[in-house]
T-cell receptor
Framework: DQQVKQNSPSLSVQEGRISILNCDYT??????FLWYKKYPAEGPTFLIS?????DKNEDGRFTVFLNKSAKHLSLHIVPSQPGDSAVYFC?????????????FGQGTTLQVKP | DAGVTQSPTHLIKTRGQHVTLRCSPI?????VSWYQQVLGQGPQFIFQ???????GRGNFPDRFSARQFPNYSSELNVNALLLGDSALYLC?????????????FGSGTQLSVL
């Protein structure tokens, strides 16, 4: 039962353009969402998060949008840079278990071409 | 400041053997979580420990166990290894135990079971 889904396994964009990574979830009890970036041979690194009481959070080139009615969130990277090439994971927390665990999507590999 | 450190970085075992993975959290962090990442998938929650007590357990068999020590470091033990246990094992730490978990991950231990 995949509660968090990233349906696009990969995305390729040109340097300077916008990258949009998408994530869908099924559990309406999730109240906190995070994006992590992962380079090969490294652990995931926290990028940006959003609480369910907000619909947008911005940090520099990164913006996360949350559409609760559609159970959908997206990460926008503007402008994209070659160093942004990595695997991006969407994660969610909250729900009935309330143990603080994160539920991750499968990841989207972003390639930014110079 | 040192981040989350995990040892060993790589490990090769054979079926039926036992393995112990180790994790040191960021200084001041009292919560440690363990995740399993199989190739092509997102990390899956195994355990969370806070103040040396188990606070959450994912859908993993009893062959998986963990503990947290007074200095907040942690061990993950896996008995009777199966080929399917081959994965990247990630440890993450966080400061307060809460539902809005921003986790800081180590680089992981790559376990290969032959």
């Amino acid at each position: 039962d995949q509660q968090v889904k990233q349906n696009s396994p990969s995305l390729s964009v040109q340097e300077g353009r916008i990258s949009i990574l998408n994530c869908d979830y099924t559990n309406s009890m999730f109240d906190y969402f995070l994006w992590y970036k992962k380079y090969p041979a490294e652990g995931p690194t926290f990028l940006i998060s959003i609480s369910s009481i907000k619909d947008k959070n911005e940090d520099g080139r990164f913006t996360v949008f949350l559409n609760k009615s559609a159970k959908h969130l997206s990460l926008h990277i503007v402008p994209s840079q070659p160093g942004d090439s990595a695997v991006y994971f969407c994660a969610a927390s909250g729900g009935s278990s309330n143990t603080g665990k994160l539920i991750f999507g499968q990841g989207t590999t972003l390639q930014v071409k110079p | 400041d040192a981040g989350v450190t995990q040892s060993p970085t790589h490990l090769i075992k054979t079926r039926g053997q036992h393995v112990t993975l180790r994790c040191s959290p960021i200084s001041g962090h009292k919560s440690v979580s363990w995740y399993q990442q199989v190739l092509g998938q997102g990390p899956q929650f195994i355990f969370q420990y806070y103040e040396k007590e188990e606070r959450g357990r994912g859908n993993f068999p009893d062959r998986f166990s963990a503990r947290q020590f007074p200095n907040y470091s942690s061990e993950l033990n896996v008995n009777a290894l199966l080929l399917g246990d081959s994965a990247l094992y990630l440890c993450a730490s966080s400061f307060p135990h809460s539902t809005n978990e921003k986790l800081f991950f180590g680089s992981g231990t790559q376990l290969s079971v032959l």
